[in-house]
């Protein structure tokens, strides 16, 4: 298995992105996400794995905003943003079920946070025209969601997060959706888009193969805890429990 190694996380280079601080997340008097730390370096491709249920979609909802913090403090390029809104963070996220609006068009679902943000008409066809040829959905921007593949709608909604030009990109299990063939093939563009654009990434999925070959370092959750965080080959060659082994380490 080919993995990739291109982000320097020595100590003097890394330049923090996003930090975790003793980051907790209840529900009434249930903790789901328990004091969990994580650096995140600038251009860093971050994957979460675990089982379904311990926690990633939450982790990653509360990165974008989208679910409230209920202790620690999470700091995105050097700013703590517990209370702001997720259109004051600087990060797009690419959903599983793509969340298009159905009675929009490609090209005005692309546009459309950018018009809400004020963004100038000509910027926003530009950088609509740019997304849609670096995901080659030109042909498909006048069509509406329901006219589309998985694949294509799956292309639509990174182009949506592009468009932001966000300083980080969010996944939640964005390819589960999709058959085998296509997820391959969409892994490698999403690979493709990482090494063109640099942007810091946290990406969840449950595909080991995902997550070996994508990932800079790899973040085991078990149960709302970090089990272990590192390189793919380190986690696999050297799982720190049975656990992890399970999950991606080496079946020897
Ligand atoms: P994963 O994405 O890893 O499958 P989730 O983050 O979706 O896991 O869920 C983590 C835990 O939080 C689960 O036990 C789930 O039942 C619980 N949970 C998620 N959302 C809510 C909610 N809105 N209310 C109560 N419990 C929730
Ligand atoms: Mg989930």
């Known amino acids: 298995m080919k993995v990739k190694g291109r982000v320097d996380l020595s100590e003097e280079k890394a330049v923090t992105a996003i930090a975790l601080r003793q980051i907790r997340k209840t529900y009434g008097s249930l903790e789901v996400i328990h004091d969990v730390d994580i650096d995140i370096a600038s251009g860093e491709f971050l994957v979460l794995v675990g089982p ?8 990653l909802r509360m990165i974008a905003g989208l679910e409230e913090i209920s202790g620690g403090t999470l700091d995105i390029g050097g700013k703590i943003v517990n209370a702001l809104p997720p259109s004051d963070r600087d990060i797009a996220m690419v959903f599983q079920d793509y969340a298009l609006y159905p009675h929009m068009s490609v090209r005005e679902n692309m546009a459309f946070g950018l018009k809400m943000r004020g963004t100038e008409t000509a910027t926003i066809d530009g950088r ?3 997304a ?7 042909p498909f921007l006048e069509r509406r969601p329901a006219q589309l593949s998985g694949g294509q709608r799956q292309r639509v909604a990174m182009g949506r997060a592009i468009v932001r030009e966000p300083s980080a990109f969010l996944f939640d299990e964005p390819l589960s959706n999709l058959d085998a063939a296509l997820r391959v093939e969409m892994r490698l563009e999403i690979a493709k888009l990482h090494n063109r654009m640099k942007a810091t990434t946290v990406y969840v999925t449950h595909d080991q193969v995902e997550a070996m070959t994508l990932a ?9 805890k970090i089990e272990q965080i590192g390189p793919p080959l380190d986690l696999y060659h050297r799982p ?10 080496s079946p020897t």
């Open 132 to 138: 849609a040829d670096i995901l080659k959905i030109e």
């Open 128 to 130: 609509v025209s740019q």
């Open 52 to 59: 379904s249920g311990c926690g990633k979609s939450t982790l």
């Open 216 to 224: 800079d370092r790899i973040v085991v959750l078990n149960a709302g």
């Open 240 to 249: 720190a429990s049975l656990f992890v082994a399970r999950f991606i380490g």
